[in-house]
Each structure stands twice: as structure tokens, then as C-alpha cells.
């Protein structure tokens, strides 16, 4: 008997599941948006998929995980676009998505278990009144775990920023790897540094604390512009103006509007839009502002978007590049955060080097206490090295690129923390069976 049937028979047919075709669906997200990473990751397969029913059986399995020197992959909602939970070295896949526990709801914040969803989370917490502070467009599927240690921010970023700003993750309980695994309780910006954006390489969240919000009733709002000037000038003014509540700013250009299919019956689709959402008190001003930026809005949007059953957000963040590769599957994306003072010269520049290659599209956050026009332009994909071109002007540019063409977390950009997240690996993981290879700071030959 090998150690994956073992493993099977420790725990029973309920907790290990090794049907292949269901396994091979559980070894994938969303990487395919990448035509580099589509050609790298495919035949990639965990051997088993382990879906613990509450934390202490979470424990076992970590624990037999490392007697045997079984390498883990966590897996929540599986929406990452980054093949972070492809399995490069086989193992387990970890389905969390049973340790979805309520822990605790208070005024202003909650505690959850690693696996619930952000669209249950966001449905309970209006019964207290409350909401998440943000979110990303996935909500539905995505869990709070793989938001943490898979994502950056979302919608309500305009107002309370990304994961990593201060304030927003209170505290993580995470598991390691070991033969006899740790609770760890982590609090502060260092510590939770080691765990935010980890690809799951320096332990396995058990729960986390959060900030929530105030709910609000907030209203959908979509409008077209004939001049992308006037589309973004208008975004930037709501993106800042600190009288607007607001908790989406999301601009597309034409013509990648005429891709949201469900709202073909809404928008010319050869118009560049704003789609936002603002609070009751703010949307006649921002209407008419946005007339005065010579934009055209949506009647009734709202009950429009009710009468489909749709969310604005569905059509915001990297929804956008989704509906576009429904109609362009071979386009894709770049990660790039302008220059908040530098943008439109940036984007004119840009535009001008690839003028056929490009769709610019903009969601404002704030970040590190900025608004900033963080974006993701969709790109009309024609060879790996016209990706790697247009990435490359970006910087010499002065864009920040966050590259989503690689499963090495450390090149995707957002490794600020990432000597951080290896030291807590090196303790936490001391077999490096955490997510093996998807960073090349802790080598493989670091398991001993
Ligand atoms: C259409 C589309 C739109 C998107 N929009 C956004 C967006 O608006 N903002 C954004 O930030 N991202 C976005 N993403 C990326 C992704 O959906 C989010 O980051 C999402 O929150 C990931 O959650 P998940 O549960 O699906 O994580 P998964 O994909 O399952 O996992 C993500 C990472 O977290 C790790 N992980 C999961 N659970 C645990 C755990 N318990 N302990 C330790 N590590 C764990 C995994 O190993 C993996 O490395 C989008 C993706 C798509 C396809």
C-alpha cells in the first residue's frame, strides 16, 4: 500500500477523495487567463484531494502529512489566476472549504474559519447590520482564506484599501506543518505580512479576524463616454472626492463593454464606461456630475441588474477580462499600477508603443492611503515576447507591474514580503512541503 492509500484509509473514503477526473479539477484555478502559464501548468495533478471536516482532523492530516513528507497544496474557492494551488509536486489537494465556522460577530469585526465563503460572509453579516470592508469580484466562490493568502483587494478598496494596509486582517490562527503542528496565533502588520499573499507557503489559516464595515445600501451605477478622457477624468474625480461615499470605481474602455454579454440590451458597446457603486445620499450629485463629463447613464440599472439576477461587480475587476476572453479567448492581461500623478501620460504612452494591442481598463483603490489607478488592461495576446514587451515598456515607463504570467510568487511584484513569508516557511514548514516550487528562495533540497 502506497502513502496516499494509506492516507485514505486513516481517514476514510468521506476525507480522502482519489477519483482521478475530480482530482484533476481540484488541481486547477483560473490560470488559463495566462497563454504563458497555460503552456506550463496543464499536466499538473495533485494525488488526492483531503477535505477535513473540522480542525482537528485538519491537524491529523497536516501531521500525518509530515511523517510522510506528503507536500500539501490549501485550496479554498480555487479562483486564483496564478496556478497557485496547481500541485507542481503531486500530494494532497486541501479542500477548507468545510472549516467555514461563524467564530465570533461583533461591532466593527468578526472571526471565520479559513473556509467560508466571502459571498455567505457578505449574506450574514447584513443580518448585524454589516458588511465586509472588501472583496474581491469572486466573492461568490472565493473563500476567506484564499482571499488572504491568494488576493490583493477588491470592491470597497476605493475606501479601505488592500489586504495589506493596516487595519483590515486583525489576526490569523494558522497550523503548520510539522509531525505534531502548532496553533499559531499571529497579530500585527509584520507578523500577518507572513501569511497575506503566501500562496500558502508559510502555513495553513485556520481562521482570521477582520474589519467590517457599516452596511450600506449601496446603488449600481454604469455610464457611457465617447471620450475615454472624459471616462477617466470623471472616475478620477469620484475615485477622490472625499465628500463621495462610494465602494466601486471601475472604468473599461471601449470596446470591451460590448463583451458583457447580459448587458447588451443596456450599453452601445462601442462607448468607454464607469460603472460604480455609491451610497443612496451621493448618486443625484454624482449623476449629474457625471453629465457634466458628458457621460450617458443607464435607466434604472439597479432594477435592471435585479430583474437578471446580475451584480454590478460581476463587471468590474478581473470579471472584465473574463467576459472579453468569452468572446477573445486568446487575450488576456497585465497587473500594472499607474503613477496617481503620471497616469494619463502613462496610458497615452502606452497606447501610443501598442495602439492595436491594448484595452485599458482601471479600477481605482486606495492604497497605502492613496487613491491610486491600479488596472488591468486587457491584451489582445499575439506571442509571448509582445507580452513580455508590453510589460517591459510599463516599467521603463514608470508603471508597477504585478506580473500574472508567473506561478513564482516572488516574480508576480507583490513580494514586498516575501523574506518574511520564506523565514516563516522555514520554520513553520521545515520538510517544505507547503505548496512546494512555487518559490525559489526555499529550495527543494531544503527537505530533509
Ligand atoms: C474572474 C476573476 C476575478 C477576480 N477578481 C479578483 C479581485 O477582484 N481581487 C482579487 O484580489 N483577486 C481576484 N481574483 C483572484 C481570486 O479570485 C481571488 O484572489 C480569490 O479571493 C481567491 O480565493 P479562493 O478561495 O478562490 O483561493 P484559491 O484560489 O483556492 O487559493 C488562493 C491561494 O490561497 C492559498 N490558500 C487557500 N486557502 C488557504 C488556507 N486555508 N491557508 C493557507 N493558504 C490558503 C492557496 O494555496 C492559493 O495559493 C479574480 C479571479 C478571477 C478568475
Known amino acids: 500500500m502506497n502513502r496516499i492509500q494509506s492516507l485514505q484509509q486513516t481517514f476514510g473514503e468521506e476525507v480522502i477523495r482519489l477519483d482521478e477526473p475530480y482530482v484533476k479539477k481540484m488541481s486547477r484555478d483560473y490560470y488559463w487567463y495566462s497563454p504563458v502559464l497555460k503552456k506550463q501548468l496543464s499536466g499538473y495533478a495533485g494525488d488526492c484531494v483531503a477535505i477535513p471536516r473540522n480542525e482537528d482532523e485538519l491537524e491529523e492530516l497536516l501531521s500525518f502529512a509530515a511523517r510522510h513528507r506528503i507536500p500539501v497544496v490549501p485550496k479554498g474557492g480555487g479562483t486564483g489566476n496564478y496556478g497557485q494551488i496547481v500541485p507542481l509536486q503531486g500530494g494532497i489537494i486541501l479542500d477548507t472549504t468545510k472549516l467555514n465556522e461563524v467564530k465570533n460577530i461583533e461591532k466593527g469585526f468578526g472571526t471565520f474559519g479559513a473556509g467560508i465563503t466571502l459571498g455567505k460572509l457578505e449574506n450574514l453579516l447584513a443580518e448585524t447590520n454589516q458588511e465586509l470592508r472588501f472583496y474581491p469580484s469572486t466573492y461568490m466562490k472565493s473563500t476567506l482564506a484564499g482571499f488572504i493568502a491568494g488576493g490583493t483587494g477588491g470592491i ?45 507557503l508559510s502555513g495553513v489559516i485556520v481562521d482570521a479576524t477582520i474589519a467590517l464595515a457599516p452596511k450600506t445600501s449601496w446603488q449600481s451605477m454604469i455610464a457611457e463616454f465617447e471620450r475615454w478622457e472624459d471616462a477617466l477624468f470623471f472616475s478620477e474625480y469620484v475615485a477622490k472626492g472625499k465628500h463621495i461615499q462610494k465602494r466601486l470605481v471601475s472604468v473599461s474602455a471601449a470596446p470591451l463593454s460590448a463583451s458583457f454579454q447580459p448587458l447588451r440590451s443596456l450599453l452601445s458597446g462601442d462607448q468607454h464606461i464607469v460603472l460604480l ?43 472584465v477580462t473574463l467576459w472579453r476572453m468569452k468572446d477573445y479567448p486568446d487575450d488576456t492581461y497585465v497587473q500594472a499600477r499607474f503613477d496617481p500623478e503620471k497616469f494619463r501620460l502613462q496610458m497615452n504612452e502606452l497606447s501610443a508603443a501598442f495602439p492595436d494591442d491594448i484595452f485599458m481598463h482601471v479600477e481605482w483603490i486606495k492604497a497605502g492611503g492613496q487613491v491610486v489607478p491600479s488596472s ?7 506571442a509571448d515576447e509582445q507580452l513580455f514587451a508590453i510589460m517591459e515598456k510599463c516599467r521603463q515607463i514608470g508603471i508597477r507591474i504585478s506580473n500574472p504570467h508567473t506561478y513564482i510568487l516572488e516574480e508576480g511584484g507583490k513580494d514586498d514580503w516575501i523574506e518574511h513569508i520564506c523565514a516563516a516557511k522555514r520554520v513553520n514548514d521545515p520538510y517544505n512541503l507547503l505548496n512546494p516550487g512555487k518559490t525559489k528562495r526555499v529550495e527543494v533540497t531544503d527537505r530533509v
Request: aromatic share 12%; hydrophobic share 35%; with cysteine.
Open 156 to 200: 470597497g478598496s476605493i475606501e479601505y484599501g488592500t489586504l495589506w494596509d493596516e487595519g483590515n486582517v486583525l489576526g490569523l490562527t494558522v497550523m503548520t506543518l510539522e509531525e505534531k503542528p502548532k496553533r499559531l496565533t499571529v497579530h500585527g502588520k509584520e507578523e500577518l505580512a507572513r501569511y497575506i499573499h503566501n500562496y500558502g
Open 376 to 382: 488591468q488592461p486587457v491584451i489582445c495576446y499575439k
Open 277 to 319: 457603486q455609491i451610497a443612496p445620499q451621493d448618486v443625484d450629485y454624482v449623476q449629474q456630475i457625471g453629465q457634466s463629463y458628458q457621460g450617458k447613464w443607464a435607466v434604472d440599472f439597479n432594477t435592471f441588474l435585479a430583474s437578471q439576477r446580475l451584480r454590478a461587480t460581476d463587471f468590474s475587476w478581473n470579471h
